[in-house]
């Protein structure tokens, strides 16, 4: 035997259980496919919204148990003690080792269904304020269930190729961003182990299925919601010479506003500050005495956030100041503490592990770079504050690649996540999504 020979089958032989373990993984997901098809159009059948994922839970729980997870139910806690927390939490150990978290998201949006899907939502349920509005998974959070449970039962088939233990999350509320803080203000780390790793995948409307999108650190934004009240002093339409018109002071405080990303801001650090809601008066010759505004503003790093948020007060102020009005008639600006989320930070080791996995799972074409968006998600509380548990969020193309080459040859839009007829790919994405979350924490894992 030549050298050459002899080096090739030890590659051979070094390779053989790699490759027997890719196949298997792959076979395995097969074989799940069908049953998680229907777990999934039965989810898209029944949304729920935030807090109210009672039997999408139920689903979650019930599939993880069969896995062989040891399964806890409504666990987490709101800050509105009125609020029940559907939480699920399934643990499965194979001995000593590292500690996974893998979370999935299981609330739906108040959208009216437009797909015209055989499977579409029908759903109507009441709001807090008992409205009763149209439901949908309009975000495909129907899909991170299945995947979750998916990737719970492979792994349990293939526990010769991993050791430690894996903390399956079935999150709820990510849509108010309360849930993943209800999950660890209640403990979860405390009952269950803090995790050496978190790991999350979200489908994506913008890449065709069968693709995986991934990026290095910051991939969503921090996000605050902020109202502002511009005070007046009102008076009739046909005097503004008396009067100290807010609507004016308004419209001057948003051109200010602009003036913190195009003036105040490094360009190379993406900001975003948008007036989402601006209500003021009752009638065409009645100038008010108040005027409300609502915004959503958007950032990546915690300095930034801090600066734009500081610049929103002082402009408002300064506007304010300039039109005349005393101290007692300042705009009043309140950061809304409760719906703030912070920015999901892709670890760069882990990023790069999760992507080299990935990778050798589905082929290195089908793992694509994913720009960061100005979206956010609470799956980065799971990280804590401090980034001390590395986490990462890749995500799994759901778009016909039918479509997507025709939306790329006319230029027509794609529907969005959260639009009405937003609809993933079940079968290719789904795959997918077991496939790319299984391989990953196996890599993390392995023995």
């Known amino acids: 035997m030549t050298i050459r020979s002899l080096l090739v089958l030890l590659l051979s032989l070094w390779l053989a259980p790699l490759l027997l373990a890719q196949e298997t993984l792959q076979s395995l997901a097969d074989a799940e496919l069908p049953s998680l098809l229907t777990i999934y159009k039965d989810l898209h059948v029944h949304p729920e919204l935030s807090t ?31 609020s029940h927390c559907y939480g699920v939490v399934g643990v499965l150990k194979n001995g000593a080792g590292p500690t996974v978290l893998v979370r999935a998201d299981m609330d739906a949006l108040p959208v009216q269904e437009q797909t015209g899907a055989p499977y579409a939502s029908k759903v109507t349920m009441k709001k807090a304020d008992d409205t009763e509005v149209p439901v949908m998974h309009a975000c495909g959070h129907d899909i991170h269930m299945a995947a979750l449970i998916g990737t719970a039962r492979v792994l349990a088939k293939l526990k010769n190729e991993w050791h430690g233990t894996i903390i399956f999350v079935g999150q709820p509320a990510e849509e108010m961003v309360g849930g993943a803080h209800a999950m660890l203000n209640a403990g979860l780390y405390k009952h269950f182990g803090k995790p050496d790793y978190a790991l999350a995948l979200h489908d994506e409307a913008e890449i065709e299925a069968g693709k995986i999108g991934i990026s290095e650190g910051y991939t ?168 001390s548990v590395p986490a990462c969020m890749f995500h799994v193309g759901a778009v016909d690649p039918e479509k997507a080459a025709e939306s790329k040859k006319t230029g027509a839009s794609l529907p969005s996540l959260h639009s009405s007829k937003f609809l993933p790919l079940p079968e290719p994405t789904l795959r997918t999504a077991v496939i790319g979350m299984t391989s990953s924490v196996i890599d993390l894992m392995k023995k």
Request: proline share 6%; with cysteine; charged share 25%.
């Open 52 to 82: 109210q994922e009672k039997r999408s839970a139920g689903i979650v729980a019930r599939e993880l148990r069969a896995a062989g997870c040891d399964v806890t139910e409504n666990f987490g806690k709101y800050d509105n003690p009125s």
């Open 220 to 387: 969503q934004a921090n996000v605050d919601s902020v109202d502002v009240l511009v005070k007046g002093v009102g008076g009739h339409g046909a005097y503004p010479h008396k009067v100290k018109d807010p609507i004016v002071l308004s419209a001057e405080i948003i051109n200010a506003w602009q003036t913190i990303a195009s003036r105040e801001n490094n360009p190379l650090d993406p900001i975003v500050v948008t007036v989402g809601s601006i209500q003021g008066g009752t009638k065409h010759n009645i100038i008010p005495d108040e005027v409300k505004m609502q915004l959503t503003v958007r950032t990546y790093k915690p300095e930034v956030r801090e600066r734009v948020l500081a610049a929103i007060a002082r402009i408002a102020k300064g506007c304010a100041t300039a039109a005349g009005l005393p101290s007692d008639k300042m705009p009043e600006v309140n950061v809304l503490k409760e719906e703030a989320v912070n920015a999901t930070y892709n670890n760069p080791d882990l990023t790069r592990r999760v992507t080299a996995a990935l990778k050798s799972a589905i082929g290195d074409s089908n793992v694509v770079h994913k720009d960061p968006i100005m979206g956010a998600d609470d799956f980065s509380d799971f990280s804590l504050s401090d980034h």
